[in-house]
């Protein structure tokens, strides 16, 4: 079983009834995962999100309309609970891997992951976004796994790491002539 970790996301289903977090939340990220469920059979995986406005919750949990921003602030007032939260699903879950999708100021709270992860490896999305999204996909699909909080190329060739960046292999795109 892996973990998924992902943030909530600015883009949201405006509907005045409950809905589940999952069904609520309306960004890229989710739109690749749920293709990713919709295209294969992906390996087992268990998701838990990070909002803003209410820590970290189950993707079923039904949640009001809201509009809260993760700031560097609230990430630090909300970081000990949310961590709290994440060890409590990490030891119910018993993960053999996680994959934190988030923005910067949602990683800021959770980090480091040893506080809340111990052993299991963990690895977070960094770059640009299309590059993320192709990461959050392979991974999701089984293509990549978690190393040692980083990642390991398992069919695709797509991922280098450097340093703490990832990049996808550089290939030279000819300037469009004006005009064209």
Known sequence: MRL???????????????????????GPAYWVVNAAIREVSCPPTTHIIISAKLGV??????????NVKMTPFLAKIQAPRIREALQLKVDEVKPSEILVFAGPHYQAAIMPPISWAGDVPVSAVWGQLG???QLLRAWYRGGVAC???????????????????FSL???????????E
């Open 4 to 26: 998924l970790v992902m943030s909530c996301s600015n883009r949201k289903i405006k509907e005045p009834a409950l809905m589940p977090a999952w069904d609520r939340y309306d």
């Open 147 to 165: 190393l040692n909080g980083g990642f390991k190329v398992l069919a695709s060739g797509l991922i280098i790491k450097e340093g703490d960046k």
């Open 169 to 179: 292999p550089r290939t030279e795109v000819p300037k469009a002539k004006r005009g």
């Open 57 to 66: 919750i189950e993707p079923t949990l039904p949640i009001p309309d809201y």
């Open 131 to 133: 590059f993320r999204y």
